[in-house]
């Protein structure tokens, strides 16, 4: 557990590579990123309420309340890991901390929706490119004969007004399927150009798909109309909800995997997709 004593260390020494000062959670981004760099790199804690200077602005009781629950709920969206949050007191001021474990190498990198890797390199955030969503992977197999490129149909909730991390739970599945290394071509439905009736081309999609993905965060009823078309259609599914949705009776008894972030979702799907692709090209090749 984190002491008032090691967090007057901190304040003391001021921003260095596993220190971090932050007046405010007004940008949701920002905390990510620090968050996701700390994990990257060799752990650190972030002080809320603190200025750059290392002078204590801090919170009302309340307020302090809302950033620890506001920066709970960006860790469990980017963190593979638990970590821990709190309210302390410094500086006859109220503060909110998060202390960031380096996460084991198996469950890494974290990345960002934009593909980027934040590493932490003294005391700043340094974005590392990592491979572009768009590319896809070979289509050579072994003894350079051409694998067979297959369609994954994605389904999944568009409403990311609602929820502004179904951005990176999309951006996850691209980078599994370049992790997995297998010739997916990745199709949803609002990416799609042209003039068409949605329904009829959900349809179209999924008929001429051999994967179908359907994540069903949010319980989307679009999702679950596009899952039953799947299933009467013979596809092969890969069914995914974040921890703590509710699933509909006639759907909980499918394989479902949860993730409790997009960094879990990527981890997950790798070998999934693998060997859906051995399972579907065999049909096909």
């Known amino acids: 557990m984190t002491t008032q ?8 020494q001021g921003e260095s590579g596993k220190a971090e000062f932050k007046r405010s959670a007004d940008n949701p981004e920002a905390i990510a990123r620090v968050l996701a760099a700390f994990a990257n790199t060799e752990g650190g804690v972030l002080l809320i309420g603190v200025n750059d200077d290392g002078s204590v602005d801090g919170f009302s009781d309340e307020g302090a309340e809302w950033v620890k629950a506001k920066v709970e709920s960006i860790a469990q969206r ?6 821990e949050v709190g309210i302390e007191n410094l500086q006859n001021r109220t503060i909110v901390f998060a202390r960031v474990p380096r996460i084991p190498s198996y469950l890494g990198p974290v990345t960002s929706a934009r593909g980027f890797t934040p590493i932490r390199k003294g005391d700043t955030v340094v974005d590392q490119e990592t491979s572009q969503y ?3 992977p070979s289509v050579v197999g072994a003894g350079g004969h051409a694998r067979t490129e297959l369609t994954l149909f994605v389904a999944m909730s568009f409403r990311e007004e609602l929820e502004p991390a179904l951005v990176d739970y999309f951006a996850a599945i691209k980078r599994s399927v370049e992790k997995s290394e297998v010739p997916f071509n990745v199709v949803r439905i609002d990416l799609v150009e042209g ?26 009823s679009n999702v679950y109309f596009e899952l039953g078309y799947a299933r009467g259609r013979g596809k092969r599914i890969i069914q995914t909800a974040r921890k703590g949705t509710a699933l509909e009776f006639d759907i909980r008894n499918w394989r479902t995997i949860f993730y409790r972030n997009a960094t879990e979702l990527e981890h997950r799907l ?7 692709y051995g399972e579907v090209s065999k049909s096909v090749g």
């Open 5 to 12: 004593n090691e967090l007057e260390t901190l304040l003391r």
């Open 78 to 83: 980017v963190l593979p890991v638990p970590i």
């Open 134 to 136: 768009s590319s896809l």
């Open 195 to 220: 003039d068409y009736e949605i329904s009829q081309r959900v349809m179209d999609e999924i008929d001429k798909a051999q994967v179908v993905l359907t994540d069903l965060t949010l319980s989307p």
């Open 270 to 276: 790798v070998d999934e997709l693998r060997i859906a």
